[in-house]
């Protein structure tokens, strides 16, 4: 496996995001989130995620994965909705969480929120997780259409949320990937600005991955997203998964 990762502050006042790719010789566990909240609560609501999950899942049963992943997803809520209990300032603080545990020829993820995955084949690119937005919402029950979701004035209003209630429900996916294909994960500050056939071009170029993420960033700052941008890219490389 290869990994490449980038984040940017944005427009924003603080950056709210966090990621993490694995060390060497760790578990290859790709992950992004997003943080929500007032005050700093979205900082630590991002890296309270992502730290809870990481050490469930470095400590867990990788021979049941799928109840691995919900029981660390599980835990960092509870974590995260119980420290905004004791900590009035972290009141109403949340996360989106974006996760895959690769595999030599599959991988598992899981999400909430709208931070996406997607998969580039080496051919085409598709998203592998399901927004939790109040847009997908109306675009499923027919009110309106991709386009005008674009422009919607709740097209950031998500309905999952981890810490925001005591209990929460992932999505999980599994799929096949093989040798040479790419996965992204990104929180929507990057996906709100760039379209598919722009990321597929710049996955399918070839290049070095760490310049593709950091371009992938810049770009979507370039065309003015207003929101803190993160990018992980793993690359499968025929070895190295679990």
């Known amino acids: ?65 799928e109840q691995l992943i919900r029981n660390a997803i599980n835990k960092a809520n509870r974590a995260m909705f119980e420290h905004a209990e004791v900590h009035t300032e ?28 997607y998969h580039y084949d080496g051919r085409s690119l598709s998203q592998v997780s399901i927004d939790h937005t109040f847009v997908r919402e109306m675009i499923a029950s027919g009110e309106i259409t991709k386009e005008q979701a674009l422009h919607h004035p709740q ?16 999505d999980l996916f599994e799929r096949d990937w093989n040798k040479g294909d790419i996965l992204l994960l990104c929180s929507d500050g990057l996906y ?19 310049e593709i993420c950091e371009t992938l960033i810049n770009e979507a700052i370039l065309r003015g997203s207003s929101d803190n941008v993160t990018a992980v890219l793993a690359v499968n490389e025929g070895g190295g998964g679990i």
């Open 90 to 117: 972290c009141g109403g603080m949340g996360s989106t969480v974006i996760l895959a545990l690769l595999f030599r020829n599959r991988f598992l993820a899981a999400n909430i929120g709208d931070s996406r995955l």
């Open 192 to 210: 709100e600005t760039l379209d598919d056939n722009y990321i597929l071009d710049m996955l399918s170029c070839g290049g070095d991955i760490q």
């Open 155 to 170: 097209r950031n209003v998500i309905t999952r949320a981890l810490g925001t209630r005591r209990y929460e429900n992932a």
């Open 1 to 65: 496996m290869r990994y490449a990762s980038s984040t940017n502050i944005g427009k924003r006042r603080r950056n709210e995001d966090c990621f993490y790719i694995p060390p060497a010789g760790s578990i290859p566990l790709v992950i992004v989130a997003d943080g929500m909240g007032g005050h700093s609560a979205g900082d630590v609501a991002s890296s309270m995620a992502v730290k809870v999950i990481v050490s469930e899942i470095e400590k867990g049963d990788l021979n049941a994965p």
